[in-house]
């Protein structure tokens, strides 16, 4: 680019950023408005206000003994296999057709 051009471009950018009015341009407020949230304040009036009832002697009573249940009995193994080996050896063969 030639000089003349860089020089225009930079002159008319300056009159068209000085041809904006001050109130025209965006800014950053720093301090958002604050709402009141009246459920929250509701909340903490109602947690403030609780009391909890005391417990009784009666209500420790409800609680029963823990039995734990029998301990399973062992499984009782068949000392003699080969008879039912023999019994599933001369059942005959299923085919699917």
């Given at each position: 680019m030639s000089?003349?051009?860089?020089?225009i471009?930079?002159?008319?950018?300056?009159?068209a950023r000085a041809a904006v009015p001050a109130m025209?341009?965006?800014?950053?407020?720093?301090?958002?408005v604050m709402q009141k949230d009246v459920i929250q304040d509701l909340f903490i009036?109602?947690?403030k206000a609780?009391?909890?009832q005391a417990t009784s002697a009666a209500d420790d009573s409800v609680a029963k003994d823990l039995k734990l249940p029998a301990a399973p009995?062992?499984?009782?193994?068949?000392?003699?296999l080969s008879?039912?080996?023999?019994?599933?050896d001369a059942e005959?063969?299923?085919v699917a057709n």
């Open positions: 000089i003349a051009r860089i020089a471009r930079s002159v008319a950018f300056k009159s025209a341009t965006r800014s950053f407020a720093g301090a958002a009036k109602e947690l609780y009391k909890p009995a062992v499984p009782q193994v068949d000392a003699d008879q039912q080996l023999a019994a599933y005959p063969e299923e």
